[in-house]
């Protein structure tokens, strides 16, 4: 049964593995059909900042949905849609530096250090990188249960990207909400399970 549940899962892959990339091909297409509106460098940062935003959730989500369901294999799914969080960010990254700031790194240098909001963005992407990095088998094996530590920086990680979100956007919440409940939806399910373990009820 196992066996199955694994070969159905890599199978599974080649399906997923398209369908997250599928925005981002849409959205260069669009640029390149001049469909991004009248800002279009400012359209493909914002776009590409709300997918690693959404990856970001999916990934957190998948802990959950294995313990509720009872199915391990959802766990199978974090590390790639972890990737993809990275690399939509980087491309979000790359939007902003080469098309938004034409690579005007003087200003660019400015910008770092009055936005607290490009801190922030920058200070997530910082935490993203090591856990991209280490994200393979090999990593795994070498790292074991400090691993496992370095991983956890996901947490503050997406909480440092919500609070971008939040100073990017200056409307307040209400663009925002949806993605902060879901994040303490995800977060504050993992506490739940920490202090219930803590407490020897699990
Ligand atoms: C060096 C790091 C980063 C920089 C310089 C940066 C820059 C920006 C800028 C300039 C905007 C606003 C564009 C606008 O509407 O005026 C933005 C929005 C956003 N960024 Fe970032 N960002 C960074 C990292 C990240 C990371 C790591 C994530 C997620 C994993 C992220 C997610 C978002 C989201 C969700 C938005 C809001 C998009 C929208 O409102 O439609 N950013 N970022």
Redesign the pocket.
Known sequence: MKKIARDWVAVSKVVVLPLLLLPLCMLLAAGLGNQLGPDPA?AL???T??W??RL?LLCLAMTPLRHITRRNFWGRYRRMLGLF?LL??LV??CS??FL?FGAHWSELLA?LTKRP??IA??A??LL?LPLGFTSTRSWQRRLRYRWVQLHRLIYPLSLL?LL??FW??KLGIQ?VWP?ALTLFCLLGVRLWWFFRQSAGLV
């Open positions: 400012k940062v914002d776009q900042g709300l690693a935003m970001l969080a939509y960010a979000h990254v902003y530096v938004l910008e909001y490009v963005g920058s997530a992407l993203m990207v971008h979100f990017v956007k663009s993605y």
